[in-house]
Nanobody
Framework: VQLQASGGGSVQTGGSLRLSCTASEGSFSDYSDYSMGWFRHTPGKERECVSA????????WYTYSVKGRFTISRDNAKNTVYLQMDSLKPEDTAVYYCAAAPNSRATYYFRAYEYSSWGQGTLVTVSS
C-alpha cells in the first residue's frame, strides 16, 4: 500500500493549509474498508494522532488541540483523505503523516500501532 501525502507548506499564524493523502491505484481492494488518520511529529515529542475518520466517513475524531480548527474528510471515489487546517498556530508546526488502518469501515483509531500503512510525511511550518 502506498500513500502519498501533499499540501504542506509555510504559513503565518492564522493561515490555512489543506493536506491531501491519496492511495496509489490498486493499493486497496476497497478503500472504504480502511479508516484513515493524520498524525504529526515534532522532534523531541511523541508522534500524535491529530484526526481520524472511519472508512465510511461517518465517524471522525480530533485531538483536543485542533478541535474547531481542523476538519478531516475523505472522498472514497478518489481514494483520498483530506485535512483542512484553519487558524493555524506555531504549535501546529510538524511533519504530518497520513496512515491507513484495515477492517475499519465503521470505526476509527487514534493509536499509531493500529495503522498498518503510512505515507511519507509533509512538512507544515507556521510562523508567528
Amino acid at each position: 500500500v502506498q500513500l502519498q501525502a501533499s499540501g504542506g507548506g509555510s504559513v503565518q499564524t492564522g493561515g490555512s493549509l489543506r493536506l491531501s493523502c491519496t492511495a496509489s491505484e490498486g493499493s486497496f481492494s476497497d478503500y472504504s474498508d480502511y479508516s484513515m488518520g493524520w498524525f504529526r511529529h515534532t522532534p523531541g515529542k511523541e508522534r500524535e494522532c491529530v484526526s481520524a475518520i472511519s472508512g465510511s466517513g461517518g465517524g471522525t475524531w480530533y485531538t483536543y488541540s485542533v478541535k474547531g480548527r481542523f476538519t478531516i474528510s475523505r472522498d472514497n471515489a478518489k481514494n483520498t483523505v483530506y485535512l483542512q487546517m484553519d487558524s493555524l498556530k506555531p504549535e501546529d508546526t510538524a511533519v504530518y503523516y497520513c496512515a491507513a488502518a484495515p477492517n475499519s469501515r465503521a470505526t476509527y483509531y487514534f493509536r499509531a500501532y493500529e495503522y498498518s500503512s503510512w505515507g511519507q510525511g509533509t512538512l507544515v511550518t507556521v510562523s508567528s
